[in-house]
């Protein structure tokens, strides 16, 4: 995939954001429970807090933590949200989950950037997830190639893993892909004004990485095609350069590194 054109996005940030989506169907839950037992207290999350979301899941027996860190279901593998009501109903203990990934590695052997150091360990530095979406600074330039045409997020362990062959597709509208966001490409992308990245991200978890974010990381996208496969390769330079006097230097730098990676030997016109 290091030599596509098209931007690759993760899934769950295809849609609507999940967090408005699972916090309204929380919302509904805790209402339609307050009206057998009466009011109670309550707080629903949705990666809005300091909450051990995926331990608390295992505990619960919805699934195990498995080698990727991701938790995992045998009859929905590992596409799926968590949210929780944290209440002061007085419910029954749950029996927590038994872990079912056996000799299995694949996740790990699958990690563009070998971020799944060791069975259940992440260095979130090297995460393509982060490095899209959280981190705000430079992009370390040895993981800029690993990273392919990775724009927002990563699969990559979650598509190997072979319990996800149980997963089913969602029949929520609200997480269908937007805006053609699932088949774009690089160039299109890279050529939105901020007033585009605004508008066509509106209620999507995409806002996440700004608009600065999300043009350094198409710029290293860019950077990462093969221009001697590209079906148009004077299209992918024009839209490096004219970005290369972009306001931000954040954008500025990823743009001179990809025109860079384009003028090493073999890799150019």
């Known amino acids: 995939m290091a030599d596509s054109e098209s931007a690759l996005i993760s899934r769950y940030a295809l849609g609507r954001d ?11 839950l805790a209402t339609r429970i307050a009206e057998e037992t009466g009011p109670f207290g309550y707080r629903a999350f949705v990666d809005s807090a300091p909450v051990l979301e995926k331990a608390l899941a295992e505990k619960a027996g919805l699934g195990w933590i498995g080698k990727h860190s991701n938790l995992l279901n045998m009859r929905a593998g590992s596409w799926f949200f968590l949210g929780e009501i944290y209440t002061d109903l007085p419910l029954p203990i749950d029996t927590p989950a038994e872990n079912h990934c056996g000799d299995c590695v694949r996740c790990l052997a699958a990690c563009p950037t070998g971020a799944i ?6 260095d979130a530095r090297k995460c393509i997830s982060y490095l899209t979406i959280e981190l705000k600074g430079s992009i370390p330039e040895d993981l800029r190639p690993l990273m392919g045409n990775r724009i927002f ?6 598509l190997v893993c072979p319990w996800n062959r149980f997963a089913k597709m969602t029949e929520e509208t609200d997480f269908l892909p937007r805006d053609g966001l699932d088949a ?9 004004s901020e007033a585009d990245f605004l508008e066509r991200t509106r209620g999507s978890a995409i806002r996440r990485t700004g608009y600065t ?4 990381n198409i710029a290293v996208a860019l950077g990462n095609v093969d221009l001697q ?16 006097n972009h306001p931000s230097a954040l954008v500025r730098e990823h743009v001179e590194w990809a025109l860079s990676r384009h003028a090493e030997p073999g890799r150019g016109l």
């Open 213 to 216: 974010g999300w043009l350094r």
């Open 153 to 158: 997020g990563c699969d990559d362990c979650q």
């Open 184 to 192: 774009a490409s690089l160039v299109r992308l890279f050529s939105w």
């Open 229 to 244: 496969q590209a079906a148009n390769p004077e299209a992918i330079i024009e839209a490096l350069n004219q970005r290369r």
């Open 18 to 28: 999940y967090h408005k989506v699972l916090r309204n169907r929380l919302q509904k």
């Open 117 to 122: 150091v060791g069975p259940y360990q992440v």
